[in-house]
């Protein structure tokens, strides 16, 4: 797929710009938290979604109000999607007391009841399960919303997921099963530690039904998005989606990425760029023009830098923080 197309894109205006604006706020984001990284602002852990931000922009366009999503540590692109703001996305992954979490999760382990964001998950795989747990509640209280539960395509080999597919099956649930397969797990890649040329296919074996779809276009994510939603929201049970992207970072901020080289990461952000797609589609389509795009641009930098002080100014969790939000409080 290339990023420049001559087809007229069957979406309004409104729309593209919308998309267009979400995709470049999780980049901006992405790449201000990189920096924030590497001045030492963010510790521990830290892994940026740059490159994929079709396929969690594309899939929230076909979501609807009350829609759940759970994922993995790659998450702040999914925080920013669903509506989480980005002050407190930004003081979270710094550690400060204005964050989601008060500053006591951090860049994997944030969470938003208000916005059905279920958190980000440090253990590979781990969501899946709690993904289809958040379905079955949907189905017992037969509310008519549908879970989103992503995972990538070196967890796709975990026994936990497999687990997941057959109980999920079973029992109906609305659970759409995410695998965004950047195609280098934690840096093996796809060919070297998977047998199946295509991981959907491997739901067959529990009656579940999926697809593959270009995570470099958010307009394909979209409409596959909605094909799941829609056998979710009918009561037939789960739907698989392997939104085949690309990462054009390393696993973490720690991964130099030497398993593959410059040259590909290259070809595949000036031919398949989801961004530049729909900057294309904008342009062609004369919906805006290049001073258009780089006012927004300059808007979309302006709240991440905003975010980036609110985060270096809010203050570090206070001790007394250790004792709440927790199951049991100590005894005086």
């Not at 109000?65 to 509506?83: F, I, N, P, Q, W």
């Amino acid at each position: 797929m290339a990023a420049k197309k001559t087809s007229k894109a069957n979406v309004s205006k409104d729309d593209l710009l919308h998309y267009y604006r979400e995709m470049l706020l999780i980049r901006r984001f992405e790449e201000k938290a990189g920096q924030l990284y590497g001045m030492g602002l963010i510790g521990g852990f830290c892994h940026l979604y740059i490159g994929q931000e079709a396929v969690v922009v594309g899939l929230e366009a076909a979501a609807e109000e009350g829609d759940k999503r759970v994922t993995s540590y790659r998450d702040h692109g999914h925080m920013l999607a669903c509506g989480m703001d980005a002050n407190g996305v930004m003081a979270e992954l710094t550690g400060r007391s204005g964050g989601y979490s008060k500053g006591k999760g951090g860049s994997m382990h944030m969470f938003s009841k208000e916005k059905h964001f279920y958190g980000g998950h440090g253990i590979v795989g781990a969501q899946v399960p709690i993904g289809a747990g958040l379905a079955f509640a949907d189905k017992y209280l037969d509310n008519g919303r549908v879970t989103f539960a992503y995972f990538g395509d070196g967890a796709a080999n975990q026994g936990q997921v497999y687990e997941t597919f057959n109980m999920a099956a079973l029992w109906d649930l609305p659970v759409i099963f995410v695998i965004e397969n950047n195609q280098y797990a934690m840096g093996t890649s796809q060919q070297r530690s998977t047998s199946s040329a295509e991981i959907y296919e491997r739901g067959r074996a529990f009656g579940i039904p999926g697809e593959a779809v270009d995570g470099m276009d958010v307009l394909a994510v979209k409409a596959a998005g909605e094909t799941a939603v829609a056998h979710c929201r009918s009561g037939k049970g789960p739907y698989i989606l392997e939104i085949k992207t690309y990462r054009y970072r390393g696993h973490s901020m720690s991964d130099p990425a030497k398993y593959r080289t410059r040259e590909e990461v290259q070809k595949i952000r000036e031919e398949k760029d989801a961004i530049e797609h729909v900057r294309d589609l904008l342009l062609t389509g004369k919906h805006c023009t290049e001073e258009d795009l780089k006012a927004i641009d300059k808007d979309i930098k302006a709240v991440v830098n905003d975010s980036a002080e609110f985060a270096k100014q809010s203050p570090e969790p206070a001790l007394d923080e250790l004792w709440t939000d927790i199951y049991a409080q100590a005894e005086a």
